[in-house]
């Protein structure tokens, strides 16, 4: 038996010299030498008592070592949950419980107080450091530098990614050796990947679109990756004469748009730039292709679909569509009813295809309801497919905020809200923002003679909250539209304060 997401990916390139990783300061890490440190890594998962299918939950700073922490639990059969780095101490406790993670990777700067929450959880606390420090590295520092790959099969699953939901509690999306290896094999293809490329990786790898989209992207065709800590525009621009291809989301593109260095010439010798996580505006579309000649490459995707269509590497990158269906998988419009919907209408997008996980961790009720019987994926998006194919999102029906590229769902901040003192009830929406596509507004509707701090309650939110979920701005409000049913009119309430950081 065979592991078939490490051997494609990873195993494909042992005793393989060329680089894989250039990092900051000028230095390299052949593949070779990253996997001998997956391998010591896979052995300090034994000696810490991890087993084939045990889940590792890791919240650390970007960093070559955080990828090898992925590769090793791959080889090892160590299910992985990336964890975002902003999540507070309230917010891990419960991917923690809810996972039954047996091992905690944390950044040394906050080991002393995740030590608390790990052991309230049951679970092993190690720290790995961005610059390859840390008692998970101690641990591996004098192991072999190969390791026997556990055997796994197609249908075992490889990563836990969660993801919000409406009832304010994450769902862990269970995705599988499968999902990740046929979509890095199709978008290699599509994208037409090389030995010969170098991807300007930015992304943050606790992230769909960094650690899976990106990474194995890269690996499937034998690429390398300039690996930078982060977005930092003086960063890419310095960045971007030594690589080939990028990924962005659209916060990426308006900020290097805003830099006079950002020239054709400067990415003339560039063959692709993708973008994702977030709707791009048709603006930054034209104003791209004005300033560099060439066409931002957007596409659609999902915690739980991995990507599911993209404008044509060769053909037309249509502005205000994701293109069409990716090879091997399927799009459908649907009804209320569930029904499929001809060209041209709108209704839910429904997916289809290897790719698609296979559940919500612990949650069959909520997997029943969203995982069609037959395969198909209900995502909760809104859109539509023209004449030609191409998919169109015209909106979402969960209301989801997605501001900078991440996923930020009302209901989980304004549960807090609405125990704030003086607040009544509260409603959390999206509205255009120049810089990170759409930011997150409160309403507060404040208690009969109280008038709320706004000060106070935003002091509060960010102990309880990660910084991207908090609300760029608080509006007070006397009452909230609703319909005649009693829900509130978040369409009303977008409307209504749609101009709201048209100047930043």
């Avoid at 990924?247 to 950002?262: C, H, I, Q, S, W």
Wanted: glycine letters at 10%; one cysteine or more; hydrophobic letters at 40%.
């Amino acid at each position: 038996m065979t592991n078939p997401l490490f051997d494609t990916l990873f195993g494909c390139h042992a005793e393989n010299h060329r680089p894989f990783l250039h990092l900051p300061g000028g230095r390299s890490l052949s593949y070779d030498a990253f996997l001998k440190q997956a391998a010591r890594f896979a052995h300090a998962l034994g000696a810490l008592g991890l087993v084939q299918g045990d889940r590792l939950a890791m919240q650390v700073e970007k960093s070559p070592h955080a990828l090898a922490v992925y590769a090793a639990c791959v080889q090892a059969g160590v299910i992985l949950l990336p964890l975002n780095t902003a999540y507070t101490d309230e917010e891990l406790a419960y991917f923690l419980e809810n996972s039954g993670a047996r091992l905690f990777l944390c950044d040394g700067a906050r080991a002393d107080t995740l030590s608390e929450v790990a052991k309230a959880t049951g679970c092993r606390l190690a720290v790995l450091n961005a610059d390859g420090t840390g008692s998970f590295a101690i641990a591996a520092q004098d192991k072999p530098d190969r390791f026997e790959t556990v055997p796994r099969t197609h249908d075992d699953l490889a990563a836990f990614l969660y993801t919000s939901g409406t009832t304010g509690r994450s769902k862990g999306a269970m995705l599988t050796q499968e999902n990740l290896l046929s979509n890095a094999r199709v978008l290699a293809q599509y994208w037409r990947f090389s030995e010969n490329d170098v991807l300007l990786h930015a992304l943050p790898l606790f992230h769909t679109h960094g650690l899976f989209v990106a990474t194995n992207t890269v690996l499937a065709s034998g690429g390398a990756m300039l690996l930078l800590p982060g977005f930092d525009t003086e960063a890419v621009l310095n960045a971007l004469p030594h690589t080939t291809v990028m990924m962005g989301v659209p916060t990426y593109y308006t900020r290097l748009l805003n830099e006079p260095r950002f020239t054709a010439d400067l990415v003339a010798h560039m063959r692709l730039f993708t973008s994702g996580s977030a709707p791009m505006l048709t603006q930054t579309h034209h104003l791209f292709e004005d300033r560099t000649g060439q066409k931002i490459l957007e596409r659609y995707g999902m915690t739980e679909t991995n990507m599911t269509t993209s404008n044509p590497y060769d053909g037309a990158r249509r502005p205000g569509t994701v293109g069409v269906p990716l090879p091997g998988v399927e799009v459908k419009i649907t009804a209320p009813d569930g029904t499929s919907l001809p060209k041209g209408q709108i209704g839910m997008i429904e997916v289809r295809g290897p790719n698609v996980f296979r559940g919500y961790w612990q949650m069959p009720q909520k997997t029943r309801e969203e995982l069609r019987e037959n395969g198909f994926f209900i995502t909760g998006d809104l859109g539509r497919i023209d004449e030609d194919g191409y998919l169109q999102i015209v909106g979402r029906s969960k209301d989801l905020v997605i501001t900078g590229g991440y996923n930020v769902y009302p209901k989980e901040v304004e549960q807090i809200l609405d125990d704030q003192p003086g607040v009544l009830e509260s409603a959390v929406i999206g509205v255009p923002h120049p810089d990170y596509g759409e930011a997150v507004l409160a309403v507060l509707v404040p208690r009969a003679g109280e008038v709320p701090d706004l000060a106070l309650i935003g002091a509060g939110l960010r102990t309880r909250l990660a910084g991207f979920k908090q609300p760029r701005k608080m509006v007070l409000a006397e009452s909230l539209p609703r319909n005649t049913m009693g829900k509130v009119q978040k369409n009303v309430l977008r409307t209504a304060y749609k101009d709201v950081f048209q100047n930043g």
